[in-house]
């Protein structure tokens, strides 16, 4: 992005790198310091978007959100033991708009004739979106107060008077950003790294329905440290007999309700969502249960030969596509997630624990009962607050209707017509199925690669 992008004062950790804008919030005490994770974070998170321009010059914001992600998953626990890194991404998409990722207490303003507002901590795990160029500004601002984020009083960042300062490349000390569109492009200076010769890798997976699948990507080993929090019921020893089912899921764990978008106003109910905010309590608990359950989760299954855990139905791994062993004992391993609830405006949910959908399901019983919230809006007055639930038992995804005023329907892949759910009874889901709730469908994508070779 040839823009301005200017610095808003603050102790926080900015970063341009080949355009892109990174900011990683400081939460140690002190001023921030070359040793500080927020610093170390920026540097790595860096070299990430550097790696993608390099694959995607004219916009690696896809590249940038599948490589963050799986960051997260594999080396921030390293940087921040124990404690979540807030950040935000703005960068260049290739269908000619603006990358936005975020994760954790950070907002993402973009001002054109209205102004928008996108935030990681309205996500159970990332805000991953592709927005039109704003009019006017873009900007990135560190959210100051978590314990002010869950309450009923969050403040609105607010842009500053357009001034001089410029930030082309390199790391300075920030509360937040701003990428200014209007007016004509500044002069890029950003050096040009020597492009490596590497193996490149596939193309992430949108958000849309896309019928293009990852070969191989890089494997995601298992901690040997990882304490499991759960188990869940072994699976019967009939199961090994069972027919391959199809991988269902990727080297990336993630949990996936993407961030509303809010429309700026004065009052506390403008946006195109007024729900109410979850109270601080609950907003805890959820982000506790997020954690305990996204890899821990202790299920029956094999092991391909890179050690990556697999469904013992299927016949090859459902990380990496390798031949899997039918011959070998089943033994406990850490479940994966099993696969992609895709929304038919884009946006999208891993399943890697269980879920409850509705229109406002946060405060819901099944939520309080460690139920991760999955909401979705619906103008049709058709959806429930608490819908139904999405159950992973063992290898199985399920959906289950809470006795929904209007019901939920399902669509096997293949099948013309639409199937209504009795209530309170399990429905095994398969890749392809799809779920009418209201007037909005989901679609149960997996996320593994095929089958190698």
């Not at 607010?158 to 920030?174: K, N, T």
């Not at 490596?196 to 298992?222: G, I, M, N, S």
């Not at 506390?268 to 954690?291: F, H, I, M, V, Y």
Request: glycine share 8%.
């Amino acid at each position: 992005m040839d823009r301005q992008v200017e610095v808003v004062a603050g102790g926080h950790a900015l970063s341009r790198v080949a355009g892109a804008v990174i900011l990683v919030a400081h939460r140690e005490r002190g001023r921030l310091t070359p040793e500080s994770r927020a610093v170390t974070a920026v540097r790595a998170l860096g070299d990430l978007v550097a790696d993608a321009t390099e694959l995607s010059p004219d916009g690696p914001g896809r590249w940038i959100a599948r490589q963050a992600t799986r960051w997260l998953m594999k080396d921030a626990e390293r940087i921040s033991p124990g404690e979540p890194i807030d950040f935000g991404i703005l960068s260049a998409a290739d269908t000619g708009g603006l990358a936005i990722f975020l994760h954790g207490s950070v907002t993402a303003v973009l001002a054109g004739t209205v102004v928008e507002y996108y935030r990681g901590s309205d996500a159970a795990f990332t805000v991953d979106r592709v927005a039109a160029p704003p009019a006017r500004a873009a900007a990135l601002f560190i959210d100051e107060s978590r314990q002010e984020l869950f309450g009923h009083h969050q403040r609105q960042p607010e842009l500053p008077e357009r001034g001089i300062g410029s930030l082309i490349e390199g790391l300075a000390p920030a509360a937040g950003a701003v990428v200014w569109f209007e007016g004509e492009p500044v002069v890029s200076r950003t050096p040009v790294r020597p492009v490596r010769q590497r193996p490149a890798d596939p193309p992430p997976p949108t958000a849309a329905f896309d019928a293009k699948r990852d070969p191989e990507p890089e494997p995601l080993p298992v901690d040997p440290d990882l304490i499991p929090t759960r188990t869940s019921n072994r699976i019967p020893a009939s199961l090994a007999a069972a027919a391959p089912a199809d991988p269902v899921t990727e080297d990336i764990a993630v949990d996936l309700h993407q961030a509303p978008t809010e429309m700026g106003g004065s009052s506390e109910t403008s946006g195109t969502n007024p729900a109410p905010k979850p109270d601080p309590d609950l907003q805890r608990r959820l982000e506790a249960t997020a954690k305990a359950t996204a890899l821990t989760a202790k299920v029956l299954g094999f092991k391909c030969a890179r050690a990556h855990p697999s469904d013992p139905r299927a016949a090859f791994c459902t990380v990496c596509g390798m031949p899997v062993d039918q011959t070998q004992q089943v033994s406990e391993v850490i479940r994966p997630p099993l696969g992609m609830l895709v929304l038919d405006d884009g946006m999208t949910f891993m399943l890697a624990a269980d879920a409850v959908v509705g229109r406002d399901p946060e405060l819901s019983e099944p939520a309080r009962a460690g139920l991760l919230p999955l909401r979705i809006d619906d103008s049709s007055g058709g959806m429930s607050r608490a819908h139904a639930e999405i159950r992973l038992l063992n290898w199985d995804v399920t959906i289950v209707d809470r006795g929904s005023t209007n019901g939920t329907r399902v669509r096997p892949p293949g099948y013309r017509d639409w199937v209504r759910l009795q209530p309170n009874q399990p429905f095994t889901l398969i890749p392809g199925a799809e779920i009418m709730l209201g007037n909005r469908v989901l679609r149960l994508e997996p996320v593994a690669p095929p089958p190698f070779g």
